[in-house]
């Protein structure tokens, strides 16, 4: 089939500028104006900016399904809370918002969920991308600290590592750092481990 050539005008365009100023600039948003978005990216929202992330890699995706699968097995079993994926919005603090891989709450908190958003969590699990690895490291660690949530996790797919850390006193402090060989373990749902190894195995298959 011959190539299609599109007109020099189409290879010329400019973006559509007339419907982006229909938006806020960026540091004007508020969140409501965030909320109101309706696309299928993930897009996060920090204090009038918003913040377009990168789409997810098919090995992350793998690896996300894995750990979701296993929790909400976990969760469902007996009867802890709830446990959703990304896409989905959580208020760390007013014009505050991320969307972790995977999030839970303990059915306590079930008053914190809402149909457009959760305020807060009471369990975050990010896979680190390859894109901006300080992100999840550090600035999420530091964000979900002071939003008050009680446990993070940070799933490591380059070096085959996942990170434990749960809230003392405003702080996260590493439960620990799981290898293969090992199981990772919750400190906040006693009894729920995963085997690192088979975390990473599955997007080799």
């Given at each position: 089939m011959a190539a299609v050539r599109l007109p020099n005008a189409t290879l010329n365009a400019e973006p559509t500028w007339d419907i982006a100023r229909l938006f806020p600039p960026q540091g004007q948003w508020d969140a409501e104006d965030y909320l109101a978005l309706d696309t299928n990216r993930l897009i996060e929202f920090s204090h009038g900016l918003l913040e377009v992330l990168t789409m997810p890699t098919q090995s992350h995706q793998i690896i996300t399904r894995f750990l979701f699968r296993l929790l909400e097995q976990f969760v469902m079993a007996q009867q802890l809370g709830m446990v959703l994926f990304a896409p989905l919005r959580i208020q760390l603090w007013p014009n505050k918002y991320r969307e972790p891989d995977i999030v839970f709450m303990l059915r306590k908190n079930d008053e914190?969920?809402?149909?457009?958003?959760?305020?807060?969590?009471?369990?975050?699990?990010?896979?680190?991308?390859?894109?901006?690895?300080?992100?999840?490291?550090?600035?999420?660690?530091?964000?979900?600290?002071?939003?008050?949530?009680?446990?993070?996790?940070?799933?490591?797919?380059?070096?085959?590592?996942?990170?434990?850390?749960?809230?003392?006193?405003?702080?996260?402090?590493?439960?620990?750092?799981?290898?293969?060989?090992?199981?990772?373990?919750?400190?906040?749902?006693?009894?729920?481990?995963?085997?690192?190894?088979?975390?990473?195995?599955?997007?080799?298959?």
């Amino acid at each position: 089939m011959a190539a299609v050539r599109l007109p020099n005008a189409t290879l010329n365009a400019e973006p559509t500028w007339d419907i982006a100023r229909l938006f806020p600039p960026q540091g004007q948003w508020d969140a409501e104006d965030y909320l109101a978005l309706d696309t299928n990216r993930l897009i996060e929202f920090s204090h009038g900016l918003l913040e377009v992330l990168t789409m997810p890699t098919q090995s992350h995706q793998i690896i996300t399904r894995f750990l979701f699968r296993l929790l909400e097995q976990f969760v469902m079993a007996q009867q802890l809370g709830m446990v959703l994926f990304a896409p989905l919005r959580i208020q760390l603090w007013p014009n505050k918002y991320r969307e972790p891989d995977i999030v839970f709450m303990l059915r306590k908190n079930d008053e914190r969920r809402s149909e457009r958003f959760w305020v807060g969590a009471d369990l975050v699990i990010e896979v680190v991308s390859p894109d901006d690895r300080r992100r999840d490291y550090e600035t999420k660690r530091r964000e979900y600290a002071q939003a008050g949530i009680p446990e993070y996790w940070i799933v490591d797919p380059a070096m085959r590592q996942i990170y434990v850390l749960t809230l003392v006193e405003g702080q996260y402090v590493e439960h620990g750092c799981f290898e293969s060989g090992q199981q990772a373990d919750s400190v906040l749902l006693a009894g729920f481990e995963v085997k690192v190894e088979e975390v990473f195995a599955a997007a080799e298959g």
